[in-house]
């Protein structure tokens, strides 16, 4: 596989729009050239054998943790509001979500 | 009272400056503060400085003092790294995204250490979100080795490393995912230790990439690393993954001896790509702990040639997640830009983050989507077991593993900054311990061209113990951890 196939313009373009960060062309060309970069120095785990290897999740063995459904004191609201860009009587203001 | 001579104080010889009265927590804090305000214009390691909080935290902690109620830490001035919430103090994880974050609570390590005395003198800089190995990628400034100006402190912890390195504070905390702290201090020449996974709580961490990272100290010498990691180890239900375990004192039981204690040195650490020099200074340091009575035996590790690969899929996966919360509405930098909902989302992201951090939200969204999942997620999954066993196996043998920190010493400022492969593989010996969730440290071994170099101890889960003993044991029988840089 040469170097810029192992991902396309068009595959970079997407992930734009997946990740929600606008980029320009030449920002899509030079991130594609790079992540072709970095995708082919991560292609040696394929001489890795895995059949039958199970996944690990993390590296300890965690499990969920439960605790007691007992209520407690969080932050308060203009604290939790603080850093808020725009806000409104108590509220977080946002553009409109549903267009017109 | 004498000129204060704080170059290279550690934690406890500034303790028994404050427990004899030679200097009071006040004094030794403006020294500390004055130090910053004559050697930050050429380092640069201090992302904020938190000059008033310091002096009234000094006056607190001298109180303490007074009444005989203080701690190991009580008085001690410390900086933090910038991605660790201060309650009312800007946490910026040096980006534009979060440049003017002000937490309203303090991560779990804050609160330890607050409560322990000790006195906050400022937010250390980082690769924007930790996500780094030269500090170059943070938007808010570029730190500079104090041994050599025209060099890298390495990173993401360059401004930690760079400050104790510098004296521009006691000790430092770091955080490190795939060597974030072990590297810089390497580069800096200080000591540098990541815990075991789940061992120090990372509750108000700001995430990078949740299954790895963790938090530890970056210090003077390995007493003053043990003391810290004391003080912040502990079980806390805020994060689900804090290990409840009982913690020692990692203080005690350290020996200027190695009989019977069983050393491992991977051959695989010993590659291709790493610099001669660095090679020869780490191998002499192995003689020295075979003089010191350690059994010395070559050993292998075959997959952790694969540790680096598996780490840039898993880490960028789940910063891909966790850095989906910046989209300029509940907090961080908001884009005004014209337009709709999505304009606003997508010109945030555009100009909050630096070309680093995108490049791995980029490619840790590709290693999760539909139709490369398998081939790159679950892959690397498989082989994360397979390193996590084989040095489960090796621990069954060893005490400790001895190998390199870092490939090479410090190297020139923007000269890797062009090619994201080469910059990764600076991290090549440090991965390892993230991916297999053991404890790492990294002290000063020798000097070249008037650089620092590393070695790197590892020990299996929980074994810490091991892991200050054994890089204890060394700087007793050496000198590196005494030579400071020149500035």
């Given at each position: 596989?040469?170097?810029?196939?192992?991902?396309?313009?068009?595959?970079?373009?997407?992930?734009?729009?997946?990740?929600?960060?606008?980029?320009?062309?030449?920002?899509?060309?030079?991130?594609?050239?790079?992540?072709?970069?970095?995708?082919?120095?991560?292609?040696?785990?394929?001489?890795?054998?895995t059949?039958?290897?199970?996944?690990?999740?993390?590296?300890?063995?965690?499990?969920?943790?439960?605790?007691?459904?007992i209520?407690?004191?969080?932050?308060?609201?203009?604290?939790?509001?603080?850093?808020?860009?725009?806000?409104?009587?108590?509220?977080?203001?946002?553009?409109?979500?549903?267009?017109? | 009272?004498?000129?204060?001579d704080?170059?290279?104080?550690?934690i406890?010889?500034?303790?028994?400056?404050?427990?004899?009265?030679?200097?009071?927590a006040?004094?030794?804090?403006?020294?500390?503060l004055?130090?910053?305000?004559?050697?930050?214009?050429?380092v640069?390691?201090?992302?904020?400085v938190?000059?008033?909080?310091?002096?009234?935290?000094?006056?607190?902690?001298?109180?303490m003092?007074?009444?005989?109620v203080?701690?190991?830490?009580?008085?001690?001035?410390?900086?933090?790294?910038?991605?660790?919430?201060?309650?009312?103090?800007?946490t910026?994880?040096?980006?534009?995204?979060?440049?003017h974050?002000?937490?309203?609570?303090?991560?779990?390590?804050?609160?330890?250490?607050?409560?322990?005395?000790?006195?906050?003198?400022?937010?250390?800089?980082l690769?924007?979100?930790?996500?780094?190995?030269?500090t170059?990628?943070?938007?808010?400034?570029?730190?500079?080795?104090?041994?050599?100006?025209?060099?890298v402190?390495?990173?993401?912890?360059g401004?930690?490393?760079?400050?104790?390195?510098?004296?521009?504070?006691?000790?430092?905390?770091?955080?490190?995912?795939?060597?974030?702290?072990r590297?810089p201090?390497?580069?800096?020449?200080?000591?540098?230790?990541?815990?075991?996974?789940?061992l120090?709580?990372?509750?108000?961490?700001?995430?990078?990439?949740?299954s790895?990272?963790?938090?530890?100290?970056?210090?003077?010498?390995?007493?003053?690393?043990?003391?810290?990691?004391?003080h912040?180890?502990?079980?806390?239900?805020?994060?689900?993954?804090?290990?409840?375990?009982?913690?020692?004192?990692?203080?005690?039981?350290?020996?200027?001896?190695?009989?019977g204690?069983?050393?491992?040195?991977p051959?695989?650490?010993?590659?291709?790509?790493?610099d001669?020099?660095v090679?020869?200074?780490?191998?002499?340091?192995?003689?020295?702990?075979?003089?010191?009575?350690?059994?010395?035996?070559?050993?292998?590790?075959?997959?952790?040639?694969y540790?680096?690969?598996?780490?840039y899929?898993?880490?960028?996966?789940?910063?891909?997640?966790?850095?989906?919360?910046?989209?300029?509405?509940?907090?961080?930098?908001?884009?005004?830009?014209?337009?709709?909902?999505?304009?606003?989302?997508?010109?945030?992201?555009?100009?909050?983050?630096?070309?680093?951090?995108?490049?791995?939200?980029?490619?840790?969204?590709?290693?999760?989507?539909?139709?490369?999942?398998?081939?790159?997620?679950?892959?690397?999954?498989?082989?994360?077991?397979?390193?996590?066993?084989?040095?489960?196996?090796?621990?069954?043998?060893?005490?400790?593993?001895?190998?390199?920190?870092?490939?090479?010493?410090?190297?020139?400022i923007?000269?890797?900054?062009?090619?994201?492969?080469?910059?990764?593989?600076?991290?090549?010996?440090?991965?390892?311990?993230?991916?297999?969730?053991?404890?790492?440290?990294?002290?000063s071994?020798?000097?070249?061209?008037?650089?620092?170099?590393?070695?790197?101890?590892?020990?299996?889960?929980?074994?810490?113990?091991?892991?200050?003993?054994a890089?204890?044991a060394?700087?007793?029988?050496?000198?590196?951890?005494?030579?400071?840089?020149?500035?």
């Amino acid at each position: 596989m040469s170097k810029n196939d192992n991902i396309t313009i068009e595959e970079v373009r997407h992930l734009a729009l997946l990740t929600r960060i606008n980029m320009s062309e030449e920002e899509i060309e030079q991130m594609r050239d790079q992540m072709s970069d970095i995708l082919s120095s991560i292609e040696i785990l394929s001489e890795v054998e895995t059949d039958g290897v199970e996944p690990t999740g993390h590296s300890v063995d965690v499990h969920s943790v439960m605790r007691e459904d007992i209520s407690s004191d969080s932050i308060k609201l203009d604290e939790a509001l603080a850093n808020a860009p725009r806000q409104e009587n108590s509220f977080i203001r946002v553009r409109a979500v549903l267009e017109e | 009272m004498p000129t204060l001579d704080i170059k290279g104080l550690t934690i406890n010889a500034a303790r028994r400056l404050l427990d004899e009265k030679e200097v009071s927590a006040l004094e030794l804090t403006q020294a500390y503060l004055d130090r910053i305000v004559s050697v930050e214009e050429d380092v640069h390691s201090f992302v904020s400085v938190t000059a008033d909080i310091a002096l009234e935290q000094a006056n607190i902690a001298d109180r303490m003092i007074s009444e005989g109620v203080h701690g190991h830490l009580t008085g001690i001035p410390m900086q933090l790294k910038d991605n660790m919430s201060t309650k009312g103090v800007p946490t910026t994880c040096s980006s534009k995204m979060l440049e003017h974050f002000i937490p309203p609570y303090d991560a779990y390590v804050t609160e330890k250490l607050k409560d322990a005395g000790a006195i906050l003198l400022g937010k250390g800089n980082l690769d924007e979100f930790a996500m780094g190995s030269s500090t170059e990628n943070s938007a808010l400034k570029v730190t500079h080795n104090p041994w050599d100006l025209e060099k890298v402190p390495g990173g993401s912890s360059g401004g930690p490393a760079a400050a104790v390195a510098a004296s521009e504070c006691v000790f430092s905390l770091g955080s490190d995912t795939g060597g974030s702290i072990r590297q810089p201090a390497s580069l800096c020449g200080v000591v540098g230790m990541k815990p075991t996974y789940g061992l120090v709580s990372r509750f108000g961490l700001v995430a990078f990439a949740s299954s790895l990272d963790q938090i530890g100290p970056i210090t003077s010498d390995v007493e003053d690393s043990a003391v810290v990691l004391s003080h912040i180890a502990g079980h806390d239900q805020r994060d689900s993954t804090s290990l409840n375990i009982d913690v020692p004192d990692y203080s005690e039981g350290l020996v200027a001896d190695l009989t019977g204690f069983k050393v491992g040195v991977p051959v695989e650490y010993f590659s291709e790509g790493i610099d001669s020099g660095v090679e020869n200074s780490v191998r002499n340091a192995i003689k020295v702990l075979s003089d010191l009575g350690a059994d010395i035996v070559e050993t292998s590790l075959p997959h952790s040639a694969y540790a680096l690969a598996v780490y840039y899929i898993i880490a960028p996966s789940e910063a891909s997640a966790n850095l989906s919360r910046y989209d300029g509405v509940k907090y961080g930098y908001s884009s005004d830009v014209a337009g709709s909902m999505w304009d606003a989302l997508e010109n945030t992201r555009q100009n909050g983050f630096g070309p680093e951090v995108k490049r791995r939200i980029m490619l840790g969204t590709y290693a999760l989507s539909s139709g490369y999942y398998d081939a790159y997620y679950v892959k690397a999954q498989k082989v994360w077991t397979i390193i996590r066993n084989e040095f489960k196996e090796a621990f069954e043998s060893f005490d400790v593993l001895a190998m390199p920190t870092a490939p090479t010493t410090a190297f020139d400022i923007g000269g890797k900054t062009g090619d994201p492969v080469q910059m990764y593989l600076n991290d090549i010996f440090t991965i390892p311990a993230n991916i297999a969730g053991i404890p790492a440290i990294s002290v000063s071994c020798g000097i070249l061209d008037g650089l620092p170099v590393g070695l790197q101890f590892m020990a299996g889960a929980l074994q810490e113990k091991k892991l200050f003993r054994a890089a204890y044991a060394y700087q007793q029988a050496t000198n590196w951890h005494h030579i400071k840089a020149n500035i």
